[in-house]
């Protein structure tokens, strides 16, 4: 027997029939340009828009000390920029009762850890299904913990269950403003959490969970609006600003060939990530991005580069322009990168597997 989470009190979960999980949609979605099985396993979508706004910026430790200085805040608002356009995110967090205490979560690290192999998992055959209610996939938490120990970040049963809760509760506001046109998303993070009970669980370990993801991804499928993309090495990194930082060049970098900079200014990553707001000073949030640039090197994803200084040859990871006020004060810092030899190539079979999906599409 099974229990859902609705966020809006609409009816009960009925679960997607077969020919949800082999619509067109979803053949399209899981369509990815490579070579072999292997290379695929690696693969999976960016979603341009959802994964480059603040989503998960609260860190169970930032929580925690927050709560304990009694500012714990009851709506969480940012401010993001996409396409020219202003985004405004208030994000409300979820309430879990747990042992007789009733907590306040928001959507941190490991949610989005959690969000990003559940993507991995409807990518994969009769897993992933579209219909009229939306995107989403069935899953068995056994299959969860052993996506996610396999990318290196291993959760317990509990740990699991607690973040999908979260992530069904808490409540999430988009507004976009694009001159005078104004467009409201208001939704949890998951539209749908259909539960497996305990006793389900004692009968088949394997019984299956099913989520729908937000509206947001759902318009993303429809629109063919994603990316193939290193999902393997994006779950590599060892900080959250890392794996967004990657995801953000996936989306916005698309024109990735060797030679080509792209540039980032510190304040553009402090407001889209919000992940930088629990630092106490802008040094030690500077020194935290400048790890994460480095990590992308060290990964392959940006190229060093090359510098003469008074006639001596040396390799930098990134240059670093800072922008002074008046008094000499560091205000931002433009970040000048250069794409590696493995990132320019996948940005290309990226472009490619997105006109192959528009070709397929118009058949």
């Not at 979603?47 to 989503?55: H, S, V």
């Not at 269950?161 to 998951?190: G, P």
């Not at 060049?249 to 707001?277: H, M, N, P």
Request: glycine share 4%.
């Amino acid at each position: 027997m099974s229990s859902s989470e609705k966020t809006d009190n609409e009816n009960k979960f009925n679960p997607p029939s077969k020919e949800a999980f082999v619509c067109k949609q979803i053949d399209l979605f899981q369509t990815f340009l490579c070579n072999n099985e292997d290379q695929r396993e690696k693969m999976s979508n960016a979603i341009p828009l959802w994964d480059c706004l603040p989503l998960y910026s609260v860190s169970r430790q930032w929580a925690y000390k927050l709560r304990k200085e009694g500012i714990f805040p009851q709506l969480l608002v940012r401010n993001s920029l996409y396409q020219g356009s202003k985004i405004k995110i208030e994000i409300q967090p979820a309430r879990l009762i747990e042992n007789g205490v009733i907590t306040e979560y928001y959507p941190g690290g490991n949610e989005e850890l959690i969000e990003a192999a559940l993507r991995k998992i409807a990518t994969l055959q009769n897993h992933g299904y579209h219909d009229e209610s939306g995107y989403g996939v069935c899953f068995s938490i056994h299959q969860l913990r052993k996506e996610l120990k396999k990318r290196g970040h291993t959760r317990s049963y509990q740990e699991i269950v607690q973040s999908l809760r979260i992530m069904a509760r808490s409540s999430i506001e988009i507004t976009a403003e694009n001159n005078k046109t104004k467009i409201f998303d208001t939704c949890n993070y998951f539209k749908w959490l259909s539960s497996v009970s305990r006793f389900d669980l004692a009968e088949d370990p394997n019984a299956r969970w099913y989520v729908e993801f937000h509206p947001l991804i759902t318009k993303a499928l429809r629109a063919m609006d994603y990316r193939q993309f290193n999902y393997e090495l994006m779950m590599s990194h060892d900080t959250q600003l890392t794996r967004w930082l990657h995801k953000y060049l996936v989306a916005k970098f698309t024109y990735a060939a060797i030679g080509q900079k792209f540039e980032i200014r510190f304040s553009t990553i402090k407001r889209d990530s919000g992940l930088l707001e629990s630092f106490g000073s802008h040094r030690k949030a500077m020194q935290y991005v400048r790890n994460s640039l480095t990590e992308l090197v060290n990964k392959g994803i940006l190229e060093p580069k090359l510098l003469s200084i008074y006639g001596t040859e040396s390799l930098i990871p990134f240059e670093e322009s800072k922008v002074l006020s008046e008094r000499g004060k560091v205000q931002d810092v433009i970040y000048t990168t250069y794409p590696a030899g493995k990132f320019s190539s996948e940005s290309k079979k990226a472009n490619a597997n997105a006109n192959l999906v528009k070709e397929k599409s118009d058949k």
